[in-house]
Nanobody
Framework: DVQLQASGGGLVQAGGSLRLSCAASGFTLDDYAIGWFRQAPGKEREGVSCINSDGDTYYADSVKGRFTISSDNTKNTVYLQMNGLKPEDTAVYYC???????????????????????WGQGTLVTVSS
C-alpha cells in the first residue's frame, strides 16, 4: 500500500525555520512526484512545492527563495526546509504523491492538488508574529 507520513510541524516565531519530512512507503521516490500542500483555516488547499521523479523542483511564488524541497532516496523521504517563516505560512501542511506515469514540466500541474492520488496526514505549522 502507498503510504505517506508527514512530520516536523510545530510552533516557531516569525523569521524562524522548520524542516518537514514526508516518509513514503509502498513505492520509491524514483516512481512518483511528491508535492507539499498547505491549508490554512477558512482557505483552500494550495500547492507549496513539488519534486518529481526526475528531481525537478517547483515552488509557489509565495515561498520561492524561502523554502527548499529535497529528497533522500536512501530513506525514501522528501523534505521541505522552510526558512524565513512568516505568520501567513501558518497552516496544516500535507504531502502527497502523484502516481501518473508521465512527467509534466509544469508548475500548474505539480502544484495542483487535483493531480495527486495519495495523501498523508497533515502536520501543523504555526508561525507567531
Amino acid at each position: 500500500d502507498v503510504q505517506l507520513q508527514a512530520s516536523g510541524g510545530g510552533l516557531v516565531q516569525a523569521g524562524g525555520s522548520l524542516r518537514l519530512s514526508c516518509a513514503a512507503s509502498g513505492f520509491t521516490l524514483d516512481d512518483y512526484a511528491i508535492g507539499w500542500f498547505r491549508q490554512a483555516p477558512g482557505k483552500e488547499r494550495e500547492g507549496v512545492s513539488c519534486i518529481n521523479s526526475d528531481g525537478d523542483t517547483y515552488y509557489a511564488d509565495s515561498v520561492k527563495g524561502r523554502f527548499t524541497i529535497s529528497s533522500d532516496n536512501t530513506k525514501n523521504t522528501v523534505y521541505l526546509q522552510m526558512n524565513g517563516l512568516k505568520p501567513e505560512d501558518t497552516a496544516v501542511y500535507y504531502c502527497a504523491a502523484d502516481t501518473s506515469p508521465f512527467t509534466y514540466y509544469s508548475d500548474s500541474y505539480y502544484l495542483g492538488a487535483k493531480n495527486y492520488d495519495y495523501w498523508g496526514q497533515g502536520t501543523l505549522v504555526t508561525v507567531s508574529s
